[in-house]
């Protein structure tokens, strides 16, 4: 009883974080239309500023959260203006589009490596707690912070679609970006706000990683890779179906420690990943009309 | 001490002129967006290295190396035939992800992370190719046969329908022909020589581990490709000599391994942004990559 309590609750942790990932992918992606890959290194970026400021230089935590989550936007925001919009405006197809997006992700990952070192890092603020015991599960404070702040983001991001002028301008962008900007939309500046959203939303991804794991260069392909197969397992282009695919990429990765070796854990993801984009690549809960176009 | 460097630098480009070239039939010629071809060279390499351990000659390993890896192409072809775009790019991807996960955590055949070490020598026909000088030979003419079958294949009839695959897949089917055929056959081809690339660079460096068949390594690849020209044979082998050679210059900086490394990473990065930048046809490049 123990285990099946300690699995779904370590299940629900990594879902939370991929669920933060998927979403600011899955954002990027319903507006664009193409796959932001790079995604990962924004959380990446996230968690070395984070680092950078908080454990180097010093300054007080929640400065450092914000300055962090400031950067992270505006890093999004850089690799679209600077990257995919000049790409976009010379016509390139989705796959270039994909194909820089992967030419940024390990550019970044490397010119971290060169500025910090292939070593690991951790950013120390939070001490290592005593776990509290629910239900016969351990879980530490930070864990059920990280819980509770993604699923309160997840809260305010749907209301923010479902209510607010701009998120009901981004989801007729991602509908029908003809005719949103025959109404008078301007996609380029929809496009800005979603790499400024989704990036944002990394970075609170890079912060909660920096706090609970440590920290290398390499780790933004494999967050891309889980946050993108939570995407594609709930559908790429919908935000909470993206969100509740991460949950159960989550749960399925720590599940399968019951039948397969632990080593095994990273390759459910791979596996999923293939035999969704194979057999359903619009997703469990997704409508996408681009995928066999 | 210029020349075994020099040496061991040409194997690297031969081995990855095979690579690229093949890559580009598929990519480049037949529009199959394969973001994977990496793992067909880590079949090969794999495949050759455990059957050459497990005590079969290495020509027979060499050649079964590429029919395996060939095997995949075919069955990834089947397994993506509905996919197009972007998508079939991701799921490429994933395949060679799926293929490197194996090759990390099936350690009762790959000995995962520890890779596998003393891979021997190729020795055929009562001779052992021991020196780099003579395994440079081999793999020059490994690499010029190959390069001709592609050049010959890209220029046969058979060529043709390939390119007529990736630029109207629909008028061909009106024409009778079956698209999914050629493209499973270009696959394979592509598939086959990417193999016995593999099984050369397992073969020449003796040692391997998963880490050589990654995602730098696909970019890597797609650098060469796309900066040769997509659809060039010639821009293939021009641009792997040029992009292998410029990071070598960092050599002179006397710089750490530690440092080199990524260094040469960032230089392939900015090499593959810079061309989809400016050119993304490539420099010899026919036609767009769509």
Not at chain 1, 1 to 18: E, K, R
Not at chain 1, 49 to 72: D, M, Q, V
Not at chain 1, 77 to 101: C, E, F, H, W
Request: glycine share 10%.
């Amino acid at each position: 009883m123990s285990l099946l309590a300690q699995l779904t609750v370590n299940g629900l942790i990594a879902g939370a974080i991929y669920a933060l990932v998927a979403a600011g992918f899955s954002l990027i992606y319903s507006t664009n239309k193409f796959m932001h890959f790079a995604h990962g290194i924004s959380v990446v970026v996230g968690a070395y500023i984070l680092y950078s400021l908080f454990s180097l230089i010093g300054i007080p935590f929640y400065l450092a959260c914000i300055l962090t989550l400031i950067f992270s936007s505006l890093f999004g925001l850089g690799t679209y203006r600077l990257m995919y919009l000049p790409l976009q405006n010379k016509k390139a197809s989705n796959v270039v589009l994909l194909i820089a997006s992967i030419g940024v992700l390990i550019l970044f990952q490397n010119v971290i490596q060169l500025i910090f070192g292939p070593d690991v890092k951790s950013v120390g603020y939070i001490k290592v707690a005593r776990g509290l015991n629910v239900f016969g599960a351990i879980i530490t404070p930070l864990q059920i912070v990280i819980i509770l702040i993604s699923i309160t983001l997840f809260v305010l991001l749907y209301l923010f679609m479902k209510k607010s002028k701009l998120g009901r301008d981004m989801r007729a962008v991602s509908d029908n970006k003809e005719l949103a900007s025959i109404m008078g939309i301007n996609h380029k500046r929809i496009a800005d706000y979603s790499f400024i959203i989704g990036s944002f939303l990394a970075g609170v991804a890079g912060i909660l990683i920096g706090l609970e794991q440590n920290l290398n260069p390499t780790m933004g392909t494999i967050l891309i890779i889980k946050g993108f197969t939570g995407a594609v397992i709930g559908g790429v282009g919908f935000i909470p179906g993206a969100v509740l695919g991460s949950f159960l990429l989550g749960l399925a990765e720590n599940f399968s420690i019951w039948f397969l070796p632990s080593g095994y854990k990273d390759a459910i993801a791979f596996v999923l990943l293939f035999i969704f984009l194979l057999l359903k690549p619009t997703g469990l809960f997704g409508i996408n009309k681009d995928v066999k176009k | 001490m210029i020349w075994p460097y020099l040496t061991h630098l040409l194997i690297l480009i031969g081995i990855y002129v095979i690579l690229t070239v093949s890559l580009n039939l598929a990519l480049g010629y037949t529009g199959l967006l394969n973001l994977g071809h990496v793992a067909f060279f880590g079949i090969g390499a794999y495949t050759s290295a455990l059957l050459t351990k497990a005590g079969v000659p290495f020509l027979l390993a060499f050649i079964i190396a590429g029919i395996f890896a060939s095997i995949f192409g075919y069955l990834l072809v089947l397994a993506t035939r509905k996919l197009k775009g972007d998508y079939l790019a991701l799921a490429t991807l994933g395949f060679s992800f799926v293929i490197y996960s194996l090759m990390l955590n099936w350690t009762g055949l790959t000995r995962g992370p520890l890779g596998i070490p003393g891979i021997e020598k190729p020795s055929f026909f009562g001779l052992t190719i021991s020196s780099t000088y003579s395994y440079l030979i081999f793999v020059a003419v490994i690499c010029i046969l190959s390069v001709f079958v592609i050049y010959r294949i890209v220029k046969s009839p058979f060529g043709r329908l390939l390119e007529a695959t990736r630029d109207d897949e629909m008028g061909l089917r009106v024409l009778g022909k079956n698209t999914f055929k050629l493209k499973y056959k270009a696959m394979m081809i592509s598939a086959f020589f990417a193999g016995i690339a593999g099984s050369l660079f397992a073969h020449y460096i003796t040692y391997i581990d998963p880490s050589y068949f990654t995602i730098p390594e696909i970019i890597l690849l797609l650098s060469i490709v796309i900066v040769g020209g997509i659809a060039s044979i010639k821009g293939s082998i021009v641009s792997t000599f040029v992009i292998l050679l410029i990071p070598e210059a960092l050599r002179f900086l006397a710089l750490s391994s530690s440092i080199l490394g990524p260094a040469r990473q960032v230089i392939y990065a900015m090499i593959l942004l810079g061309i989809l930048l400016l050119r993304p046809r490539g420099i010899f490049g026919r036609v767009d990559l769509e």
